[in-house]
């Protein structure tokens, strides 16, 4: 999901009173700005016939607070990686990293760069270069995020 580790800005408005009725553009301009706080999307329900979004679930995310986050990982070069190049083919085993952040260090994604990878080469959550501020948050950092695997079989 791309809201997955993106920091948001979340405005709190008070509308009307429910006792006026008047028009809509009136409601709208009636609408006062309470607070506004850094949020990062938990969750969003959405509907599976209409694909109409329902419900998000927020966690407010402040800068100088720890704040828990699956960053999804962005895969660069793969197609000139020498494993893929020689009939490999790369795996990715966990497409998030669950790290423990500031707020202000939230990233929306890691970037891993396959530039050098070969066959058989793994890249374990050890070895992901977090941003300042994270710090990986997971029992096992051996577990694999990518791997490139050789192809089995043929044709």
């Known amino acids: 999901n791309g809201l997955q580790a993106q920091v948001l800005k979340l405005n709190i408005v008070q509308g009307p009173s429910s006792s006026s009725s008047s028009s809509n553009g009136l409601e709208q301009q009636q609408q006062q700005q309470i607070a506004s706080v850094r949020v990062i999307t938990k969750e969003v329900h959405m509907n599976s016939v209409t694909l109409d979004v329902e419900n998000f679930r927020f966690m ?11 960053i ?24 998030t990293v669950p790290t423990i952040c500031y707020g202000w260090a939230i990233k929306p994604y890691i970037e891993l ?6 066959v058989k080469d793994v890249i374990r959550f050890r070895d992901v270069e977090l941003p ?8 096992d950092a051996l577990q694999p995020v990518v791997r490139c695997a050789a192809r089995v079989g043929g044709d």
């Open 113 to 118: 760069d396959m530039r050098n990878m070969k």
């Open 132 to 139: 300042e501020g994270c710090q990986l948050k997971v029992k």
């Open 72 to 95: 999804p990982v962005k895969i660069w070069n793969e197609d000139i990686s020498p494993g893929v190049r020689s009939g490999g083919w790369l795996h990715v085993v966990n497409r």
């Open 60 to 70: 407010f995310a402040p800068p100088d607070r720890l704040v828990s986050v699956d």
